[in-house]
C-alpha cells in the first residue's frame, strides 16, 4: 500500500481461527514494538479477538498501537498518536465497507478532511510502522524493518523544502501535499 498504512486499513478483515492463535500478551508485547521505546509502556493497544478488531489494553499517554493482522502474510505492527485515530478508524471503516483501493480510500478521507467531516489535528503528528517476514516466540521480529511517517495536514513541498517524490533510500519525502492526509515519509535503506 500507499503509506505504510495498510495494517490499519485490512484490519478487520482477519479470519476468525487466525486470530485466536495469538495471546493478548503477545499481541500487545508485538504491537509495541513500532512505538518509541519511552511510549511502549502507556500505548494503547487494539488487537485481534474473535476475528475482530478489540480494544486490548487502555492508553495512558498519546500512543495507539495496532497489533500484527494474524491472517496477513508477513508481520506489520503500527503505532501512531492518537489524535490521529478518527483518520485511521474511517480507513478501516471504508475498507470494511468493500473500499479497498489505495486512491479512492485515501481521496475520500481527504475530501472528509476538507469538508470538516473528519478531524484531523493541524499540528504534526507521528505514524511509526514495523514489519517482518515473521515474529518468534519470544518476540523476536524476522527481518524487522522501522520506517517513520510525520502527518503534516494540507503541506506542500515548497512550504517544507521537501521533495514530492523519493529523493534517494532514506531521505525524507512529501506524500499527497496539499491534502488532508500530507505526510513526510522516512524510510530508510533496508539491511
Not at 120 to 138: F, I, N, Q, W
Not at 150 to 170: I, S
Amino acid at each position: 500500500m500507499r503509506n505504510g498504512c495498510w495494517l490499519l486499513m485490512t484490519a478487520l478483515s482477519v479470519a476468525p481461527a487466525a486470530a485466536q492463535g495469538v495471546p493478548k500478551d503477545a499481541q500487545i508485547a508485538q504491537a509495541v514494538l513500532a512505538a518509541p521505546e519511552d511510549r511502549r509502556a502507556g500505548a494503547a493497544v487494539m488487537g485481534f479477538e474473535g476475528g475482530k478488531l478489540v480494544s486490548l489494553r487502555p492508553g495512558t499517554n498519546d500512543m495507539v498501537c495496532l497489533a500484527d493482522n494474524p491472517a496477513a502474510e508477513g508481520f506489520s505492527v503500527a503505532c501512531y498518536h492518537k489524535d490521529l485515530e478518527p483518520f485511521m478508524a474511517r480507513g478501516r471503516e471504508l475498507t470494511a465497507q468493500g473500499i479497498t483501493e489505495d486512491k479512492v480510500r485515501d481521496q475520500t478521507r481527504f475530501d472528509e478532511i476538507k469538508a470538516g467531516k473528519l478531524p484531523m489535528p493541524k499540528e504534526p503528528r507521528a505514524l511509526y510502522v514495523m514489519t517482518g517476514k515473521s515474529v518468534d516466540a519470544t518476540g523476536k521480529v524476522e527481518g524487522a524493518y522501522t520506517r517513520w511517517v510525520l502527518y503534516v495536514p494540507f503541506a506542500t513541498g515548497e512550504q517544507l523544502g521537501l521533495p514530492t517524490r523519493p529523493a534517494g533510500p532514506g531521505a525524507p519525502w512529501l506524500m499527497d501535499p496539499g491534502t488532508g492526509g500530507a505526510h513526510i515519509m522516512i524510510s530508510p535503506p533496508r539491511p
